[in-house]
T-cell receptor
Framework: EPEVTQTPSHQVTQMGQEVILRCVPI?????FYWYRQILGQKVEFLVS????????KSEIFDDQFSVERPDGSNFTLKIRSTKLEDSAMYFC???????????????FGPGTRLTVL | SQKIEQNSEALNIQEGKTATLTCNYT??????LQWYRQDPGRGPVFLLL?????KEKRKERLKVTFDTTLKQSLFHITASQPADSATYLC?????????????FGRGTSLIVHP
């Protein structure tokens, strides 16, 4: 069964460093998403991406964050200058693009645990 | 902004019983309400979706109800099994103009004892 994959599973970085989290969405999916979950907290939406541009973004997704689809399979989240409070589990998700305005089930990856020291 | 309330206390039940989890929200009703399962250290897994004009949805041992007057959804697992032990997340989807943006609750932990 097709699934969303994410690498690395765990990333440790120093405060102020840049990190890139990678995701390979399900191959025929066209909508991509990033979420984060701080330990013990709820899953929070960061950004959605469709047709090579950001579709929606939350208040969390500020200028230190960026997303990119560098090729036909990868979808990346870059955090430019990490802060301690960026430590969290980051989940990628993807969904099919159906009719506009209809719901598309999202399939989540296993997550990348980011630890900022 | 939308506030979602799920019982923060774990629900402990005996195998074979029906588990009922509650999701309450405070503001306007969402277009869609979803339930997910999340195991420790894993991503959420979609279980069921119910639309604002639907009262009830079933899938195998799962049942979801949606009462827009009470602003509440109930999630039932019948004939529960220890393998059903996990955290169950409620998520409300609001249309952001480009796509649906889910707002998640903090989840309720279910523990099914053999």
């Amino acid at each position: 069964e097709p699934e969303v994959t994410q690498t690395p599973s765990h990333q440790v970085t120093q405060m102020g460093q840049e990190v890139i989290l990678r995701c390979v969405p399900i191959s025929n999916h066209l909508y991509f998403y990033w979420y984060r979950q701080i330990l013990g907290q709820k899953v929070e939406f960061l950004v959605s991406f469709y047709n090579n541009e950001i579709s929606e973004k939350s208040e969390i997704f500020d200028d230190q964050f960026s997303v990119e689809r560098p090729d036909g399979s990868n979808f990346t989240l870059k955090i430019r200058s990490t802060k301690l409070e960026d430590s969290a589990m980051y989940f990628c998700a993807s969904s099919e693009a159906l009719l506009a305005g209809t719901y598309n089930e999202q399939f989540f990856g296993p997550g990348t645990r980011l630890t900022v020291l | 902004s939308q506030k979602i309330e799920q019982n923060s206390e774990a629900l402990n039940i005996q195998e074979g019983k029906t588990a009922t989890l509650t999701c309450n929200y405070t503001n306007y009703s969402p277009a869609y309400l979803q339930w997910y399962r999340q195991d420790p250290g894993r991503g959420p897994v979609f279980l069921l979706l119910i639309r604002e004009n639907e009262k009830e949805k079933r899938k195998e041992r799962l049942k979801v109800t949606f009462d827009t007057t009470l602003k509440q959804s109930l999630f039932h697992i019948t004939a529960s099994q220890p393998a059903d032990s996990a955290t169950y997340l409620c998520a409300l989807d609001m249309y952001g103009g480009g796509s649906y943006i889910p707002t998640f609750g903090r989840g309720t932990s279910l523990i099914v004892h053999p």
